[in-house]
């Protein structure tokens, strides 16, 4: 057993320790002490995680890697890839990290939190474990169909003929899916029979999302409209964050490719108090049930990605991370200090009943390079207003800092551009009244966000 720290000189390095008790870590900090926090990832999530960080009393400082050109102005960044596990673990070891934040789901995948907890440093996601229920989708739906989790009917398959002879049976329209990481593009929704047959050619014989289109998922098209649910998990335990709803589609009215996210706004009508009791019930409860049933110890971000049909609510598929970028708006709206809470969750301890939300609304406008999710040009130089009204915020994603302060788009997601209002309309009018100030070339953004709620 290890001593109790009180009455122990606590130098930084050995503010935090570990012990491994029957397979958990166990986490003692000394209580009152601010402590530094590292938050890994490069995009607009990880820009809005740091600056909730920045506001928090209980940190002492706050880096990040790799970082981008937003984060590079605010907090120091490091060059370690997110990839790098070992490299991630010695950049928190070498600057005392108290609490590490993942920002993404590939080093979540590749097992940075495992990594981290076996020196000791709390981390906030899920273990490799946990994180396969983003990283694999027939992982995920078996997962559902196991424990009578609500989800659209589908089959996996690595063999063409097998998923064809599938196809004959279940024709379209009907969605083809990559079962692997795919950065938000591996789905295809094919409308024809000719469209799902070349989807499931082009995934198992050809190689159109590499590796992680070796494994498909064939599954029921399922209509309505689609909510987030972002809950906080510490296993047993789970608090939620407001619902919001993204824009995936490149194209205005939700039309063209898939991409990582063009815009989000929270709260959504949709998800009343009501049905947000039935999804706490019927979806995350049994979830947690389940992880426990099968022998996972989740801790992390669980986001439902739902569709609210008229038959009930179903779950398109979980990420085991902040949406991105849906965290632009989620954060601000939390009138509470979310880094206890996070480090509570990444050292398993009981987490708040409920956060205390802003009253009102938030939007995020996202602002991408022309092209994306298609190719786009990088190493514009972007015009950033010198001052942004209050309640609204530019972060960054896709940019790069020079040394000279110059800011230059380096993604196809460039920057978001946030406001938050009493009303969605209001929010949006702020937002877009930012955009207009914001520049570069091929700057593209949608005009449309939040379409839904403001027509209701
Ligand atoms: P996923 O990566 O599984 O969330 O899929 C990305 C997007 O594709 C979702 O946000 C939906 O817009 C759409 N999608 C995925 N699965 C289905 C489905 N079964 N029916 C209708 N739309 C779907
Ligand atoms: N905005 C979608 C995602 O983060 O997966």
């Not at 899916?177 to 000719?194: C, D, N, R």
């Not at 970028?325 to 880094?339: F, G, H, R, Y």
Request: aromatic residues 6%; proline residues 5%; hydrophobic residues 40%.
């Amino acid at each position: 057993m290890l001593e109790p720290w009180k009455n122990q000189l606590l130098s930084p390095k050995t503010a935090f320790t570990s012990e491994k008790d029957s397979g958990n870590v166990l986490y003692i900090m000394a209580d009152t002490s601010k402590f530094s926090i590292l938050v890994v990832g490069s995009g607009g999530r990880e820009h809005a995680l740091v600056q909730m960080c920045l506001k928090s009393p209980l940190a002492d400082r706050v880096i990040a890697t790799p970082g981008n050109g937003g984060m590079a102005s605010e907090v120091d960044c490091y060059k370690v890839g997110v990839e790098d596990i070992e490299g991630i673990v010695q950049l928190a070891q070498d600057h005392h990290i108290g609490l590490v934040i993942v920002g993404p789901e590939v080093p979540l995948s590749l097992g940075l939190v495992d990594a981290l907890q076996a020196v000791g440093i709390p981390a906030y996601g899920p273990n490799a474990q946990g994180a396969q229920l983003e990283s694999s989708k027939v992982v995920c739906k078996d997962f559902f169909a196991r424990h009578n989790i609500p989800t659209a009917e589908y089959g996996s398959f690595t063999d063409v003929a097998a998923a064809l002879e599938y196809l004959d049976t279940h024709p379209a329209p009907i969605v083809i899916k990559a079962s692997g990481l795919a950065a938000g593009k591996g789905v295809i929704m094919a409308e024809t029979q000719a469209e799902a047959i070349a989807a499931v050619k082009d995934m198992l014989e050809g190689n159109a999302f590499g590796a992680s289109g070796h494994e498909i998922v064939i599954e029921e098209t399922l209509y309505g409209e689609e909510a987030s649910i972002h809950a906080i998990v510490s296993g047993d335990d789970f608090v939620c964050l407001p619902p919001s709803q993204d824009h995936k589609r490149a194209g205005e009215g939700d039309t063209g490719l898939n991409t990582g996210g063009m815009g989000a706004y929270t709260p959504t009508s949709r998800v009343t108090a009501e049905m947000q009791a039935q999804i706490e019930a019927q979806v995350l409860r049994p979830t947690l049930d389940g992880f426990k049933a099968d022998g996972i110890h989740f801790c992390g971000t669980l986001y439902a990605g739902l569709m609210l049909t008229p038959k009930g609510v179903r779950v398109l598929e979980y990420n085991v991370r902040f949406g991105d970028p849906e965290t632009q708006v989620l954060l601000p709206m939390v009138a509470d200090d979310l880094v206890p809470v996070l480090l509570a969750s990444a050292k398993g301890e009981a987490l708040p009943a409920k956060l205390n939300i802003h009253p009102g609304a938030a939007i995020v406008i996202v602002l991408a390079a022309g092209g994306y999710p298609d190719s786009y040009a990088k190493g514009d130089t972007i015009t950033l207003p010198t001052t942004t009204p209050e309640r609204s915020a530019i972060v960054h994603a896709g940019t790069k800092r020079a040394e000279d302060g110059t800011i230059t788009t380096n993604g196809g997601r460039v920057l978001g551009v946030s406001g938050q209002a009493p009303s969605l309309q209001a929010a949006a009018d702020l937002a877009y009244g930012v955009c207009d100030q914001v520049h570069f070339d091929g700057k593209y953004l949608r005009r449309d966000i939040g379409h839904q709620e403001l027509n209701r």
